[in-house]
């Protein structure tokens, strides 16, 4: 994958290196983000679990409730806001803007 860092965001790879339904993990600026595609939808969230420190790209993208399952003690986040939408997990995580340009994908870390 070729990140690179742009004024205005990271380029976390070629769209079409993203297949559709499944979490990827990439770094944005030193921070792990767990990226998802569904269909035409992109979705960016801290990857790190709020209740138990795993990578949420490991775990089961659930896309008719826009949510990602931590393949740890199965809670999930919703895709949208990175609020939890089920125990153990208590905390949101972070969400990031994406956008396309081209064929590349891009981050947007918040400031």
């Known amino acids: 994958m070729n990140d690179r860092t742009e004024p205005d965001g990271t380029r ?3 769209v079409s290196e993203f297949a ?3 979490a990827r993990r990439c770094d944005v600026g030193g ?5 998802v595609r569904l269909g035409d ?10 209740h138990a420190e795993f990578s949420l790209a490991d775990g089961d993208v659930w896309p008719e409730e826009c ?7 199965g809670a999930t986040f919703s895709l949208v806001t990175g ?3 089920s125990l153990p997990a208590t905390r949101p995580v ?5 956008r396309v340009d081209g064929d590349d994908l ?6």
């Open 41 to 50: 939808a992109w979705y960016a969230i801290g990857d790190t679990c709020s």
């Open 67 to 73: 949510e990602i399952e931590c393949p740890k003690h």
């Open 106 to 111: 891009i981050v947007e870390a918040r400031r």
């Open 83 to 85: 609020e939890p939408q």
């Open 31 to 35: 921070t792990p983000v767990c990226v």
């Open 94 to 98: 972070p969400v990031f803007d994406v």
């Open 20 to 22: 559709d339904g499944a």
């Open 12 to 14: 976390v790879g070629a």
